[in-house]
């Protein structure tokens, strides 16, 4: 039993209920948001180094133990993406200080963020089924606000459409819950994992787990459940869109990997050779949809979809190289993902418009702003200073191991198309003649570009520094493909 | 006794996806509350809807039914009335600013606001 583990949930939580009462002192929120998410990495931390010397980590809630009470488990794996979810709010909410309205954040924005952190986090560390239930409402019911938050038209008629089709997928979750409780009798996924491991899933527990996957991809926006997204993450401001791109998407396909390594993993011929069908199709989709817009919002909405699909093809190979760089590219694509709408934010201040074609030549005004961008693109594609080619590289290794070679030839087709994506918005927007508005018209960028440099800075450490890194995300790997460490964490008393 | 039930829930699920399917707004979420319905009978049902006296200590009997079916159920009516609520408000404010409550013609077009 280990203290530390129940910190980075009550942080947050205590964090955003002050935050309510303090209303309109932004200065106080901004400060108090940001304490609370170096709080939380320094807890984290420490709490990662315990699990590297000492093995997954347990906490069972009220004392009492699993089956019978909630237990919140700590592996590499969930603390890494606790890390890096708040790593994300530190840089959103410096972000918010130039590139948010005062209408907005006087109308409790930064305590929004703040529970919508609790539920992500929330659903990192849990070790029981209907607790991400919850967690995943607390998360959703934040992103709910957030989103139609201004009450623009788009705004208004974009979350109609997200909150019902969020509606759906927890009345499906709880279908889910509903038949998997009937057929084992228990919500405590070690115990679950134990009791299906028994009778070596038949059919039925099957059937269930791939209503597991539509629940979960409906989050994570995986083939043909992607349809709310490229909507709804192009509605709201761009700092809400970076948080979305960064934390939402990723709880879902962070479900799937624990649900699909840890319980489900008795029948990978059915369940895990159709999330790699599904991979490959939303990888091909994502890129497609990159490719044939003209607005950078949507272009980049159709990257987090390509994104999704990536590092569901790690757990289609369903072998140690195929899961690691699931894992380590999952890390990279929070990062990346949210600097990108970060950036894009900035060059909507710079130009105005969000149409390629209308605004061009950022880099004459704006060199730091062209070159991050640059940076990011390059990042993005996998290009081998930057951390996103530690990842693929691995995948591609994995996939090869699995002999999956036709999902491998379009995993690095899209990554191709990825590259041509973005960088078509670097050689037409940021490059080429000066076309933007009037200097008084533009807004200031000052501040805007530090935060996605932070997040840049950070994604250059992970390509060149991967060794640092390497031990843990090994780690969160073998215990992904060896479920006995995770059950007897959990279950040993 | 289950068998009937799940037929029941069957049959919420199916009205409930109709009127999701449907148009108009205030149908759609009256679709998404028979759909909670449905999934909180099934819930009840899938914990088994044995013979037993109500889980209280007081009541002293040989079985009690399964308690913990009840406390999930509990957690979702919650969440979804917490969730329908937030919905109703925000149809109410995009009936407003829209002027429509017709979803066929709140599609984005390229060029809106």
Redesign the interface.
């Known amino acids: 039993m280990n203290n530390l583990i129940i910190l980075p949930l009550l942080i947050p939580l205590l964090t955003g209920v002050i935050l309510l009462f303090l209303g309109k002192k932004i200065i106080l929120q901004k400060t108090l948001s940001i304490l609370s998410g170096i709080a939380i990495i320094i807890t984290s931390i420490l709490l990662l180094m315990d699990v590297n010397s000492n093995g997954v980590q347990a906490y069972f809630l009220g004392g009492w133990l699993p089956p019978f009470g909630i237990a919140l488990v700590a592996d590499s794996f969930a603390i890494l993406l606790v890390i890096f979810a708040s790593i994300i709010l530190v840089a959103t909410t410096l972000f918010t200080f130039k590139g948010l309205d005062l209408e907005r954040k006087n109308y409790y924005y930064y305590p929004l963020v703040q529970f919508l952190l609790t539920g992500v986090i929330g659903a990192f560390l849990t070790g029981d089924l209907?607790n991400l239930?919850?967690f995943f409402?607390v998360l959703?019911?934040s992103s709910?606000?957030l989103i139609?938050l201004g009450?623009?038209?788009?705004q208004?008629?974009?979350?109609?459409k997200y909150?019902?089709v969020n509606?759906?997928s927890?009345?499906l979750f709880?279908?889910a819950?509903?038949?998997l409780?009937?057929v084992t009798g228990t919500?405590n996924m070690a115990d679950l994992s134990a009791r299906i491991a028994e009778i070596n899933q038949p059919g039925l527990v099957t059937v269930i787990a791939l209503l597991f996957l539509i629940v979960f991809g409906m989050k994570a926006a995986i083939f043909p459940l992607y349809f709310w997204l490229p909507?709804a993450y192009s509605a709201p401001p761009p700092v809400i869109s970076a948080i979305f791109a960064g934390l939402l998407t990723k709880v879902g396909i962070y479900a799937i990997y624990r649900v699909f390594t840890i319980i489900f993993y008795h029948q990978p011929e059915v369940t895990h050779y159709t999330i790699g069908v599904l991979a490959a199709i939303t990888m091909i989709i994502g890129a497609i949809g990159a490719i044939a817009y003209n607005d950078i919002h949507k272009i980049l909405v159709y990257n987090v979809v390509a994104g999704v699909g990536f590092i569901l093809l790690g757990l289609s190979s369903f072998n140690s190289d195929g899961i690691f760089g699931g894992v380590f590219y999952l890390l990279h694509d929070m990062i990346i993902k949210a600097a990108l709408f970060l950036l894009a934010g900035a060059i909507v201040v710079v130009t105005r418009t969000t149409k390629i074609g209308q605004a061009s030549g950022i880099m004459k005004s704006y060199p730091l702003l062209g070159w991050s961008f640059l940076a990011a693109a390059l990042s993005l594609a996998g290009v081998p200073p930057f951390s996103g080619f530690f990842g693929k590289l691995l995948l591609i290794q994995g996939g090869f191991l699995a002999e999956q070679y036709v999902f491998v030839g379009i995993l690095l087709l899209s990554s191709l198309l990825v590259l041509y994506s973005v960088m078509r918005i670097f050689f037409l927007m940021i490059l080429g003649e000066e076309k933007l508005p009037e200097p008084h018209q533009r807004g200031n960028v000052k501040g805007l570009v530090y935060p996605s440099i932070f997040l840049l800075a950070l994604s250059f450490l992970m390509g060149m520094g991967a060794e640092v890194i390497y031990p843990f995300v090994a780690d969160a790997a073998s215990t992904l493909l060896n479920p006995e460490s995770y059950i007897e964490a959990v279950l040993k008393e | 006794m289950e068998i009937l039930i799940s037929i029941v829930v069957g049959i919420l699920f199916t009205v409930g996806t109709y009127l999701?399917l449907s148009k108009n707004?205030t149908r759609?979420i009256i679709g998404?509350g028979i759909?909670?319905h449905?999934?909180?009978l099934?819930?009840l049902?899938?914990?088994?809807l044995k013979q037993g006296a109500a889980p209280l200590l007081g009541q002293e009997a040989a079985s009690y039914t399964d308690p913990?079916?009840q406390a999930?159920i509990l957690?979702?009516i919650v969440?979804?009335f917490?969730?329908t609520s937030?919905?109703l408000v925000?149809?109410y404010?995009?009936y407003n600013?829209?002027g429509t409550d017709d979803?066929e013609k709140?599609r984005?077009l390229e060029n809106?606001?």
Not at chain 1, 151 to 154: E, L
Not at chain 2, 45 to 48: A, E, K, L
Request: charged letters at 10%; a negative charge.
């Open positions: 209907f239930f919850v409402e959703l019911m709910y606000a139609v009450g623009t038209k788009t208004l008629r974009e979350s109609i909150v019902l509606v759906i927890s009345a709880v279908t819950v509903a038949f409780y009937s919500l909507g | 999701i707004i759609i998404t759909l909670s449905g999934v909180h099934l819930l049902t899938m914990g088994g913990l079916p999930l957690t979702a969440i979804s917490g969730v937030f919905f925000l149809a404010r995009t600013v829209h979803m709140m984005g809106d606001e």
